[in-house]
């Protein structure tokens, strides 16, 4: 494929199975697909030492605004999103990995704040979310009236804080974790449900706490995940889907999760300042 002319330059923060993921690539096929390598932070710097280059490692994350960034994205914890997200948006267009962090309505408010007042745009991956776009124009056209997302894994594929899940046993099939508002949901299970907050944002009018998340562990459910979302509208229209996502019991997604994360980095190339579901 012919290189583009002019880079688009990528700060990555986190090096995580992501950010390694996400550099990795970048690295070895940026350039054809008009990226590049501004800055990668870690917490912890030792991890990148060999694999990045030293003069892109930042030692303070702070420093980003030295460097000459066009997308910032951030692949380790809601933690940094609601620490650095609007400084982020006001030099760079964020790519926000860890959604869940807008459940708090003020990060929320200051994210979409920042993004208007810099003209930056505020990205959010879709990741599992089927149909995340008809969603949010369903949503901006008013018509939007009731969200709902059931997400099933096998218990070893859970991530989450508390003990809602500590003494599960192989073969004791389906269980409900958690049902209720996505706001809720989000503080106790940060790692788990990014498709929901992506679902929260474009759905903007119903908002974190107007959307219904479940999460359902199945010991059934050692080869996919299931993602189920019900979207209600007006005068009887509904649309439900239905998707299954390949991921082994006891083992990270892995690649579909980061392929479709580095899918929505190419479309990171300015949508004014507002939030755009990629
Ligand atoms: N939106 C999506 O589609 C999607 C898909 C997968 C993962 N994610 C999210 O992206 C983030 C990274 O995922 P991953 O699979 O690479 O996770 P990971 O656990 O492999 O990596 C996380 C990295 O962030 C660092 N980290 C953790 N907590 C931190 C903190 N408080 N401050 C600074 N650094 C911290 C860890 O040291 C690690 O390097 C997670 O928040 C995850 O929920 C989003």
């Given at each position: 494929?012919?290189?583009?002319?002019?880079?688009v330059k990528v700060g990555?923060?986190?090096?995580?199975?992501?950010?390694?993921?996400?550099?990795?690539?970048?690295?070895?096929?940026?350039?054809?697909?008009?990226?590049?390598?501004?800055?990668?932070?870690?917490?912890?710097?030792?991890?990148?030492?060999?694999?990045?280059?030293?003069?892109?490692?930042?030692?303070?994350?702070?420093?980003f605004t030295?460097?000459v960034v066009d997308v910032i994205v951030e692949?380790?914890?809601?933690?940094?999103v609601e620490?650095f997200g609007a400084q982020f948006l006001s030099r760079a267009h964020f790519l926000v990995?860890?959604p869940?962090a807008l459940?708090?309505p003020q990060v929320d408010a200051e994210l979409r704040r920042a993004a208007a007042c810099h003209g930056k745009t505020l990205y959010v991956p879709s990741?599992?979310?089927?149909?995340g776009q008809?969603?949010q124009r369903?949503n901006n056209?008013?018509?939007?009236?009731?969200?709902?997302?059931?997400?099933?894994?096998?218990?070893?594929?859970?991530?989450?804080?508390?003990?809602?899940?500590?003494?599960?046993?192989?073969?004791?099939?389906?269980?409900?974790?958690?049902?209720?508002?996505?706001?809720?949901?989000?503080?106790?299970?940060?790692?788990?449900?990014?498709?929901?907050?992506a679902?929260?944002i474009a759905a903007d009018s119903?908002g974190?706490?107007?959307?219904?998340?479940?999460?359902?562990?199945?010991?059934?459910?050692?080869?996919?995940?299931?993602?189920?979302?019900?979207?209600?509208?007006?005068?009887?229209?509904?649309?439900?889907?239905?998707?299954?996502?390949?991921?082994?019991?006891?083992?990270?997604?892995?690649?579909?999760?980061?392929?479709?994360?580095?899918?929505s980095l190419?479309c990171c190339e300015g949508h004014g300042g507002r939030v755009y579901l990629c």
């Amino acid at each position: 494929m012919a290189e583009k002319s002019k880079l688009v330059k990528v700060g990555v923060v986190g090096y995580g199975h992501l950010g390694q993921y996400l550099v990795e690539r970048i690295q070895r096929e940026g350039a054809a697909a008009g990226l590049s390598l501004a800055f990668v932070w870690n917490r912890n710097t030792e991890r990148l030492r060999g694999s990045v280059p030293q003069e892109l490692i930042l030692e303070q994350l702070s420093q980003f605004t030295e460097r000459v960034v066009d997308v910032i994205v951030e692949v380790c914890h809601p933690r940094i999103v609601e620490e650095f997200g609007a400084q982020f948006l006001s030099r760079a267009h964020f790519l926000v990995g860890s959604p869940t962090a807008l459940a708090d309505p003020q990060v929320d408010a200051e994210l979409r704040r920042a993004a208007a007042c810099h003209g930056k745009t505020l990205y959010v991956p879709s990741g599992a979310l089927w149909g995340g776009q008809d969603i949010q124009r369903l949503n901006n056209s008013g018509g939007l009236k009731a969200l709902s997302i059931r997400m099933s894994k096998h218990p070893s594929c859970f991530r989450l804080s508390g003990d809602l899940l500590s003494d599960w046993t192989e073969g004791e099939g389906r269980r409900v974790l958690f049902k209720g508002s996505v706001a809720d949901l989000c503080p106790l299970a940060p790692n788990n449900v990014n498709t929901m907050a992506a679902a929260a944002i474009a759905a903007d009018s119903l908002g974190f706490a107007g959307v219904t998340g479940e999460i359902v562990s199945d010991t059934k459910l050692s080869e996919f995940h299931v993602v189920e979302v019900e979207v209600t509208g007006a005068d009887g229209f509904s649309v439900t889907t239905v998707r299954r996502n390949p991921a082994r019991a006891g083992r990270s997604p892995g690649t579909p999760p980061a392929a479709s994360f580095w899918s929505s980095l190419l479309c990171c190339e300015g949508h004014g300042g507002r939030v755009y579901l990629c």
